[in-house]
């Protein structure tokens, strides 16, 4: 045997001891790759690119810098995809809850109806929408998410992009729930690229942040401070209303004395002759005048009276109305 036929034994002995070696399952992948169709290759690779993407997603969606604004780093773990604010950073009120998010931008398009109920909001109070992000609350157990509304209430940091950044102006965060519910959260930040809120606790699972600016001195007492004390809110219905009779009487009172020329006079007068028990015709005369001034007077005060009592009623009932539509 030449040495050429031996080489060749030899690589072929070699391929036939490498198959015999190999594990069954290795021979079987092989037998199955040889079979797929160009369906299953072209299925096969697209999952593999969609695994892909979202492994991406979720290291870009877990990357500091979308969970940190003005270095100061989200509190509550979670998949933060806003891009179009600097940064979102939350801070539970109840540390410990294991609470879990998802922070994802929007607007509206995406979130038509809410961004309809923050822009319209807004508007009382001459401020503008600026950039949205939505925010699903929940629990993250086994790689399954849960909704939930614990851990909802605290602090939330959202880095205003430079676009929407205007000296001078004031701004504020309106939450809208779910089924159109509101509430509006002042700036509680120095720092002028950033709007920080301390929110409460959430009435739905999802959240739409929006920031909005608005005029310097324009931004409202938030409404979660209103709808949480009814009693402060009669109180000052009340000391409005009685501001207003007062004000009411003192025109009244203007109003008397500059068609009478003298009231004042006649008072003094006839305060003076009654001391003295004067008897004459013009000191009965003036004590009549004053007699009647005083009746009117006092008819006057019963309906002020009235008047305040029904005004405090209807203010009750206004204020009562205005912590059930913030309820809702």
């Given at each position: 045997?030449?040495?050429?036929?031996?080489?060749?034994?030899?690589?072929?002995?070699?391929?036939?001891?490498?198959?015999?070696?190999?594990?069954?399952?290795?021979?079987?992948?092989?037998?199955?790759?040889?079979?797929?169709?160009?369906?299953?290759?072209?299925?096969?690779?697209?999952?593999?690119k969609v695994q892909a993407e979202v492994e991406n997603m979720i290291k870009e969606a877990t990357a500091p810098v979308n969970k940190t604004v003005a270095g100061v780093k989200s509190?509550?773990?979670?998949?933060?995809?806003?891009?179009?604010?600097?940064?979102?950073?939350?801070?539970p009120s109840v540390p410990g809850t294991g609470s879990f998010v998802k922070v994802a931008d929007t607007d509206a398009t995406k979130s038509t109806a809410a961004v309809a109920v923050a822009s319209n909001v807004a508007s009382s109070f001459s401020g503008t929408v600026g950039p949205c992000i939505n925010v699903y609350y929940g629990k993250m157990t086994g790689g399954k998410f849960t909704s939930s509304t614990e851990g909802t209430a605290g602090t939330i940091s959202i880095g205003i992009p430079a676009s929407f950044q205007t000296a001078g102006m004031d701004y504020s965060i309106v939450a809208v729930y779910a089924g159109g519910a509101y509430k509006i959260f002042n700036n509680i930040s120095t720092n002028a690229s950033v709007v920080t809120a301390n929110v409460d606790q959430a009435t739905s699972s999802n959240v739409m942040y929006a920031v909005v600016k608005s005029p310097a001195g324009t931004a409202p007492v938030p409404v979660a401070d209103e709808a949480s004390d009814n009693t402060a809110n009669n109180k000052t219905d009340r000391t409005a209303n009685n501001a207003s009779d007062k004000d009411k009487k003192k025109s009244d009172s203007a109003s008397a004395s500059a068609s009478t020329g003298a009231s004042d006079k006649v008072s003094e007068k006839a305060s003076d002759s009654a001391s003295t028990d004067a008897s004459s015709d013009t000191v009965s005369k003036t004590s009549n005048k004053t007699s009647n001034k005083t009746s009117d007077t006092a008819s006057d005060s019963a309906s002020t009276g009235a008047s305040d009592k029904t005004s405090n009623k209807t203010s009750e009932k206004a204020s009562d109305s205005a912590s059930t539509e913030s309820s809702r």
């Open positions: 045997m030449d040495f050429k036929k031996l080489l060749k034994y030899v690589f072929v002995a070699g391929l036939m001891g490498a198959i015999i070696a190999a594990p069954a399952t290795e021979a079987i992948a092989a037998v199955s790759a040889e079979e797929k169709t160009d369906e299953e290759r072209a299925e096969e690779a697209r999952q593999k509190a509550v773990d979670g998949y933060y995809f806003a891009k179009k604010v600097q940064g979102v950073a939350l801070t």
